[in-house]
C-alpha cells in the first residue's frame, strides 16, 4: 500500500468547515483513499473513502486531486466533538483480507 | 446492535501471565485483524485472519498468538514472553464491499492492557 503524508496537527474554529489534507503521491490506479479519526482511548472510526471521484456522506466531503496525488477532507461545519485525530489511509481494492497501515495522523483540535 | 465487542475495556496483567483479550463480530465479515497502538503512535498489525482456522503473522506478532475457531470470534493471547505489552489494543473485522468500491474495515472501542 502507498505511504501517506499528513499535517501532524491543525486548528478549526467551531461551526467553520475543517480541511484535512493528505498526500498521497505514489498511490496506484486501484487503490483507495480512506480516511478514520480517532478520539482518545476510542477505536477508529470510518468516515468515507473513494477511488477518483469526489464523495460526500452524512458525515463529510472527500476531494481527490484529478491525478490522485493528493486528497483532502472536508469537515463542513466542525464542532468540538470532531477533535480528534485523523487518519488518511491509501489501500488497494482486493479481498477482505488486505491488512491496513496507519501512519500518525493529524490532529485536529476544534476551537470553541 | 451490529458491531464489533472488545473485552474487557481495561486489563491488568502481573508480569510472567499470559492474558486474552476476546474479540466478537456479529457483522458476519470475513477477515478480522488486531493492531497495537502505543501512545501518540498509529496502528501496528499484530495478526489477521482471512477465514476460520487461518490466520497470519502482522508486523508485530511476536509475543502474541490468535486463534479463529469461529467467523465471529478472534480472541487475542498476550503471552509472558512480550517484553512491553502495555498498550491500547485494537480488534477490527471487514468484508469486501460487493459493489466494488473496495473494502472497509470496522474497528472495536479497544482494550487496554497494563502490566503492573
Known amino acids: 500500500d502507498a505511504k501517506t503524508t499528513q499535517p501532524t496537527s491543525m486548528d478549526c474554529a467551531e461551526g467553520r468547515a475543517a480541511n484535512l489534507p493528505c498526500n498521497h503521491s505514489?498511490?496506484?490506479?486501484?487503490?483507495?483513499v480512506y480516511w478514520y479519526r480517532q478520539i482518545h482511548s476510542q477505536g477508529p472510526q470510518y468516515i468515507i473513502h473513494?477511488?477518483?471521484n469526489n464523495e460526500t456522506n452524512e458525515m463529510a466531503s472527500l476531494i481527490i486531486t484529478e491525478d490522485r496525488k493528493s486528497s483532502t477532507l472536508i469537515l463542513p461545519h466542525a464542532t468540538l466533538r470532531d477533535t480528534a485525530v485523523y487518519y488518511c489511509?491509501?489501500?488497494?481494492?482486493?479481498?477482505?483480507?488486505?491488512?491496513?497501515?496507519f501512519g500518525s495522523g493529524t490532529q485536529l483540535t476544534v476551537l470553541p | 446492535d451490529g458491531g464489533i465487542t472488545q473485552s474487557p475495556k481495561y486489563l491488568f496483567r502481573k508480569e510472567g501471565q499470559n492474558v486474552t483479550l476476546s474479540c466478537e463480530q456479529n457483522?458476519?465479515?470475513?477477515?478480522m485483524y488486531w493492531y497495537r497502538q502505543d501512545p501518540g503512535q498509529g496502528l501496528r498489525l499484530i495478526y489477521y485472519?482471512?477465514?476460520?482456522?487461518?490466520?497470519q503473522k502482522g508486523d508485530i506478532a511476536e509475543g502474541y498468538s490468535v486463534s479463529r475457531e469461529k467467523k465471529e470470534s478472534f480472541p487475542l493471547t498476550v503471552t509472558s514472553a512480550q517484553k512491553n505489552p502495555t498498550a491500547f489494543y485494537l480488534c477490527?473485522?471487514?468484508?469486501?464491499?460487493?459493489?466494488?468500491?473496495?473494502?472497509?474495515?470496522?474497528f472495536g472501542e479497544g482494550s487496554w492492557l497494563t502490566v503492573v
Open positions: 477490527a473485522s471487514s468484508i469486501f464491499d460487493r459493489r466494488g468500491r473496495g473494502n472497509t474495515i470496522y
Open positions: 505514489t498511490i496506484s490506479g486501484n487503490e483507495y
Open positions: 473513494g477511488l477518483k
Open positions: 489511509i491509501v489501500r488497494s481494492l482486493s479481498g477482505s483480507a488486505r491488512q491496513l497501515t
Open positions: 457483522l458476519n465479515h470475513d477477515a
Open positions: 485472519s482471512q477465514i476460520v482456522n487461518d490466520f
